[in-house]
């Protein structure tokens, strides 16, 4: 479901340049991407920015989200973003020690946030300071 800062990011680029969509191709066809949405310049959240981030099955463990997360958390620094914050299942182990790796520490945890057929998943908030806020 696209959202309007979705819509913003894809067709209408040049309207949010402070939002990041990064790509990883391999022959012509995606297989990852990562995204960084700051919260706005004329907000009170305009230092923190959101980020998400995600590799196709077949293409996992190859170095491929780590790329991505380095890629993004430079251009998250250039762009003087001070705070990033992402969710991520709580029962996604890889993902979770990827961004431990790059010093996302876990800030919270929403019980029963996912819906998966019939099972509940816990969303963990997770987060990371760029520099001293």
């Known amino acids: 479901m696209s959202t309007p800062q979705w819509e913003s990011v894809l067709y209408r680029p040049?309207?949010?340049?402070?939002?990041?969509?990064?790509v990883a191709e391999l022959n012509g066809k995606i297989i990852g991407a990562g995204r960084i949405f700051?919260?706005?310049e004329h907000t009170l959240m305009n230092h923190v920015a959101e980020l998400g981030l995600f590799v196709l099955k077949p293409f996992?463990?190859?170095g491929i989200g780590s790329q991505l997360l380095f890629w993004l958390m430079n251009w998250a620094a250039q762009e003087n973003i001070k705070k990033i914050t992402l969710t991520v299942?709580?029962?996604?182990?890889p993902a979770i020690r990827l961004?431990?790796?790059?010093?996302?520490?876990q800030?919270?945890?929403?019980?029963?946030?996912?819906?998966?057929?019939?099972?509940?998943?816990?969303?963990?908030?997770m987060e990371r300071f760029l520099s001293s806020a």
């Open 38 to 40: 700051p919260g706005g």
């Open 99 to 105: 961004f431990k790796k790059y010093r996302f520490i």
């Open 14 to 22: 040049e309207t949010v340049p402070d939002h990041l969509l990064a």
């Open 60 to 62: 996992r463990n190859q």
């Open 89 to 93: 299942f709580a029962s996604n182990q």
């Open 107 to 125: 800030e919270g945890c929403l019980r029963h946030q996912i819906k998966i057929e019939n099972r509940y998943v816990d969303l963990l908030l």
